[in-house]
């Protein structure tokens, strides 16, 4: 069964850091694509930041520019989310994602959630002193 589970959420302080991790399981990363993704209550589900199955990543929310970073380990099958000086606007609930067809391929240019085909079921991070 094709699965992704997140981990690594919980409640931080403003200017804290979290480390967000994605595990797969039932297929192996190595050719995908994975996106990163949040939703704050009563808000759209927002791309976050993209890495494709080279290494390249692509930042979707200028707001995580210079905080989050994106890598991923293909022998642990795992990708992860760094998130450093967390805001309070960066609370909610965050989820990966892989991308559909063509495998291996791009992130996309532009946030497309369309073409992310498989989804976790999400981690919850608050920020708050």
């Known amino acids: 069964q094709v699965q992704l589970v997140e981990s690594g959420g919980g409640l931080v302080q403003p200017g804290g850091s979290l480390r967000l991790s994605c595990v797969a399981s039932?297929?192996?990363?190595?050719?995908?694509?994975i996106g990163w993704f949040r939703q704050a209550p009563g808000k759209e589900r927002e791309g976050v930041l993209c890495?494709?199955?080279?290494?390249?990543?692509?930042k979707y929310a200028d707001s995580v520019k210079g905080r989050f970073t994106v890598s991923r380990d293909n022998i642990r099958n795992t990708v992860y989310l760094q998130m450093m000086w967390l805001e309070p606007e960066d609370a909610g609930r965050y989820y990966c994602?892989?991308?559909?067809?063509?495998?291996?391929?791009?992130?996309?240019?532009?946030?497309?959630?369309?073409?992310?085909?498989?989804w976790g079921q999400g981690t919850q991070v608050t920020v708050s002193s």
């Open positions: 039932g297929f192996s990363l190595d050719d995908y694509t």
């Open positions: 994602a892989v991308k559909g067809r063509p495998v291996p391929g791009m992130c996309p240019k532009e946030v497309d959630l369309g073409s992310f085909v498989t």
């Open positions: 890495i494709d199955y080279l290494g390249y990543s692509i």
